[in-house]
């Protein structure tokens, strides 16, 4: 009768019919209270029913009753390993794997007790323990893998999962904990083909293709990395994080509307997806879309109003758009949310230099120094860095730190490429590279070079990485050269293999640091020789470039220690000219730009951020000594124009005598030059373009010669002009000269004839020589290229 009772119990058990089950093991119980086996089922069904405590009491019970019987004494660890009482779950199973030694799955059992307290050594050894019983068991496999990975000894947690995908090829997760350790451990090959082989059991797990998009994307795989992304979102329409990470991959492919869609949808699945608004923030600005970026940034700030990425690239984006005053209001906020943001504390420095903004300015430039000396993450921005007084040392360890972030960067959307062999014989092909074939002064001192060259000796590429304005300048840019390519939505690696496939024997990069750069090309060699030129007046900081084209004044050989680059010597000034151009046609005159008839006019056209307190206090020096004068300045932001003139006030000068000149087109801008008397220049960051556009418009301009390479421009343009007396190396010289030459008309007209009758013969306007010089440095470094001799030093 009680036999027919427990069975009855069993079979309700087996079926799952755990009340009548209970019923009929606790009748058996009542009859029979010393019932092992009853006992045993319903401790076992308490289990399963989650009452641990009656399960507890039970399964204790039968263990006295039966201390031999194997299966009590497991159930009994493993409700107490439930119940919180891990000795005394430990106890039972080395009292398990005592009785039955040769038993692997007591081993296994005691390893995980081990591994959910954390004792991954002693989970470790147990589980070898087991595996030598039973060696066939992929789940232990597995496990010891997760044991050993948790015990930080990766590779031996790889070989556990190799072994437990061996035993079972068809183990999808042992497929996808290999997978995700060598995801972890960087090993981004491998774990592509990890994935791969998952994929192949079951092709429908939208989290694996979602892995592997990130490990192709690590390998600069972009394309396939979308591609993944995509199906990971097919799969499961309601992840936000997979339109999020198509979003970023198709951001890095340059496809800027398509990553925004991607981005809008993320947002749509979770709304308060800050990375997807801080990321279409991003593309936006990108897109000239600057309400909607504006907007994006917006509500992040309004999700999270303590986001000091936010804060940062809205001031990014208010920044492009001049103004400066709202800017800074954000990245004061970011400094304070991220003290130690080299990015924030640059854009900082340089919105207050926008605006002329100096009280306490030298306290925020020295934490830029500090985080140079401190070797900060990221770097600090070269080109931020430059308008500081920064001696040539410092400016090479702010290059070096910078160049290593863009180095980095480039490898891992691209690999570097091979090494490539100049070209044997024939025209030397020339790639110039650069963010501003557009309106820019980039443009307009380059584009005379690029139609000057010999075609007989070289053939010329340009690659344009900046916006495309569908300008005259660009235009003319693309009529002065063989080819013409826009690589600003390639992506690097895209990039790199057309001017590998264009066979580029010498790649020049004009723009440096500078905004829109691509110089992480430079870092994928795609040409066998590699130049930095022009448009950034400092080393890049890195080996990727060979040579840097300068002259003995602005880099004295002395200094090549603080240039990674070899210098490449011009016998005169290194900046070429547009000695083609037309003079503009006569304008407006003093009246009506706001000039005294009869003052002298001293001009200083430089952009604000060049305008240092010291530079000022001798303007406003000169001002000072030389009455009825004005200063013509560029005019800027209401605040800009404020700050200076309470500058002017507080050094004793009425502020009236500051005049603004208004934004103008170029021809009108080089025509206002007529009517000023002298240029002042500045320092630590002189005129450098604007020097040689004075110059070309007859307008003498007075220098003060600075201790790097930003600072001796204007002496090098003054000297090809033959006008070495113009530059002084003091600041009372500065004064003295400047305060002279207005007493003396006579002398400052003698000046300007001397221009307007060297614009056919000074070595400044000769840009037919120039050109000539130049093509001549790129010869001697093709020839030591074709010998496979390293970069040198050399003079033209």
């Not at 106890?91 to 030694?101: G, H, V």
């Not at 192709?216 to 990470?245: H, T």
């Not at 306490?360 to 140079?372: G, H, I, K, Q, T």
Request: include cysteine; aromatic fraction near 8%; hydrophobic fraction near 40%.
């Amino acid at each position: 009768m009680i036999e027919d009772i427990l069975a009855q119990a069993q079979a309700a058990h087996r079926a799952g019919k755990h009340a009548d089950a209970e019923s009929s093991y606790r009748r058996v119980l009542a009859a029979r209270p010393d019932h092992t086996e009853a006992m045993y089922a319903l401790g076992v069904l308490m289990a399963q029913s989650r009452r641990v405590s009656e399960s507890m009491d039970l399964l204790k019970r039968a263990s006295c009753l039966a201390p031999e019987d194997a299966r009590i004494a497991r159930n009994l660890a493993l409700v107490l390993q439930a119940a919180g009482r891990p000795k005394e779950a430990e106890a039972e199973f080395i009292r398990l794997c005592e009785m039955e030694p040769g038993v692997g799955e007591h081993r296994f059992g005691l390893a995980l007790l081990y591994s959910a307290q954390g004792r991954h050594q002693d989970c470790v050894e147990q589980f070898r323990k087991g595996l030598a019983l039973a060696p066939d068991n992929a789940d232990a496999w597995c496990n010891l893998g997760l044991a050993y990975r948790a015990a930080g000894e990766n590779q031996d947690a790889l070989e556990a999962f190799a072994r437990a995908v061996s035993v079972s090829p068809a183990m999808v997760k042992a497929h996808g904990n290999r997978g995700a350790l060598l995801m972890a451990l960087g090993r981004w090959e491998e774990a592509v083909e990890a994935w791969d082989r998952l994929l192949a059991l079951d092709p429908g797990i939208a989290e694996v293709y979602a892995d592997k998009g990130v490990a192709l994307a690590q390998l600069g795989r972009i394309g396939d990395a979308a591609d993944c992304f995509r199906r990971a979102e097919e799969l499961d329409s309601n992840n936000a994080l997979y339109p999020y990470n198509l979003g970023r991959a198709l951001q890095d492919q340059g496809c800027l509307p398509e990553a925004a869609e991607a981005y809008d949808r993320a947002t749509a699945r979770d709304p308060e997806y800050v990375s997807a608004y801080l990321n279409m923030g991003v593309v936006l600005r990108r897109m000239g879309n600057v309400d909607l970026a504006l907007n994006k940034y917006a509500r992040v700030i309004e999700l999270q109003p303590d986001n000091g990425a936010a804060h940062l690239n809205r001031g990014k984006l208010l920044t492009d758009q001049s103004r400066f005053d709202e800017a800074l209001s954000d990245y004061r906020r970011a400094v304070e949310l991220m003290p130690d943001d080299a990015d924030s504390r640059c854009e900082l420095v340089h919105a207050r230099r926008q605006l002329c903004d100096w009280d306490d300015l030298a306290a925020d430039e020295e934490v830029l120094r500090a985080l140079v000396r401190a070797g900060a993450d990221g770097g600090v921005d070269p080109f931020v860095f430059m308008s500081l007084d920064a001696t040539p040392g410092e400016q090479l360890a702010c290059a070096r730190l910078w160049a290593a972030e863009v180095e980095q960067k480039a490898l891992s959307k691209a690999g570097r490429l091979a090494p490539a062999r100049p070209s044997s014989d024939g025209p030397i092909r020339l790639g110039y590279l650069s963010a501003d074939f557009r309106r820019h002064p980039g443009a307009q001192i380059v584009t005379d070079l690029l139609e000057r060259h010999d075609r007989g000796r070289f053939t010329v590429h340009a690659y344009s990485c900046g916006p495309d304005d569908d300008s005259e300048e660009r235009r003319r840019v693309m009529a002065a050269v063989d080819q013409f390519t826009d690589i600003a939505d390639l992506d690097l690696a895209e990039a790199a293999a057309r001017i590998r496939d264009d066979g580029i024997d010498i790649l020049i990069n004009l723009s440096g640091y500078t905004q829109y750069n691509r110089t992480g090309l430079l870092a994928l060699r795609p040409a066998p020789v590699q130049v930095s030129y022009l448009g950034y007046v400092g080393t890049l900081g890195a080996d990727f470039a060979d040579y840097l084209v300068v002259d003995p004044v602005v880099v004295p050989p002395s200094e090549q220690e603080y240039f990674t680059e070899r210098l490449v010597y011009l016998p005169h000034c290194y900046l070429p000219s547009d000695s083609s151009r037309a003079l503009p046609p006569a304008g407006p005159g003093r009246a009506e730009m706001g000039l005294p008839e009869d003052g002298i006019v001293f001009c200083a056209f430089h952009g604000h951020q060049k305008i240092t307190p010291s530079t000022f206090k001798l303007w406003m020096e000169v001002l000072g000594k030389v009455p009825g004068s004005v200063l013509w300045l560029l005019d800027g932001a209401d605040s800009t124009r404020e700050f200076l003139r309470g500058h002017a006030g507080k050094a004793g000068i009425d502020s009236d005598r500051l005049v603004f000149a208004p934004r103008v087109e170029f021809e009108a801008h080089l025509d206002r030059h007529r009517l000023a008397d002298l240029f002042l220049d500045a320092l630590p960051y002189n005129a450098h373009g604007s020097a040689v556009d004075a110059l070309w418009m007859g307008l003498p301009l007075l220098t003060r010669e600075g201790s790097s390479f930003p600072g001796r421009v204007a002496s090098s343009v003054l000297q090809a002009a033959g006008l070495p007396e113009l530059v002084t190396r003091s600041p009372a010289a500065f004064v003295e000269t400047a305060v002279a030459l207005a007493n003396d008309p006579a002398r400052l007209a003698g000046l300007r004839r001397h221009l307007e009758e060297g614009r056919g013969r000074l070595p400044l306007f000769d840009n037919q020589s120039f050109t000539r010089d130049l093509e001549r440095a790129y010869e001697l470094m093709i020839e030591r290229a074709r010998a496979g001799l390293p970069p040198e030093a050399f003079s033209v």
